[in-house]
Nanobody, 126 residues
Framework: QVQLVESGGGLVQAGGSLRLSCAVS????????MGWFRQAPGKEREFVAA????????YYGDSVKGRFTISRDNAKNTVYLQMNSLKPADTAVYYC???????????????????WGQGTQVTVSS
């Protein structure tokens, strides 16, 4: 079983920064691709970013490209999401997810991710 625990959310002013962390535990978890998704009230869950198991391949949603950076430290079993230049539109619950299936390309689909954290709230004030 794989468990994911997010942290680092909070309230920040527009233009500010936050770094989210996702602590991953469980067997072979360091071999999984990892993703971040977010969901705002009344909206569907949205892909934010993904990273492969080695950390040398990443992919970002169009709305965060150039502002957010995903990274991982397999020695610490932790995945990060550095969020800069935050906007009120970034307000959402952010979820970390793990994809246990090896794929040729990183998946943007929430349905492909097998394990999920409980989420952490990010609120950006204007």
């Amino acid at each position: 079983q794989v468990q994911l625990v997010e942290s680092g959310g909070g309230l920040v002013q527009a233009g500010g920064s936050l770094r989210l962390s996702c602590a991953v535990s469980g067997r072979t978890s360091s071999s999984y691709a990892m993703g971040w998704f977010r969901q705002a009230p009344g909206k569907e869950r949205e892909f934010v970013a993904a990273i492969n198991w080695s950390g040398d391949s990443t992919y970002y949603g169009d709305s965060v490209k150039g502002r957010f950076t995903i990274s991982r430290d397999n020695a610490k079993n932790t995945v990060y999401l550095q969020m800069n230049s935050l906007k009120p539109a970034d307000t959402a619950v952010y979820y970390c997810a793990a994809d246990r299936i090896w794929r040729r390309a990183l998946s943007l689909s929430s349905g492909d991710y097998d394990y999920w954290g409980q989420g952490t709230q990010v609120t950006v004030s204007s």
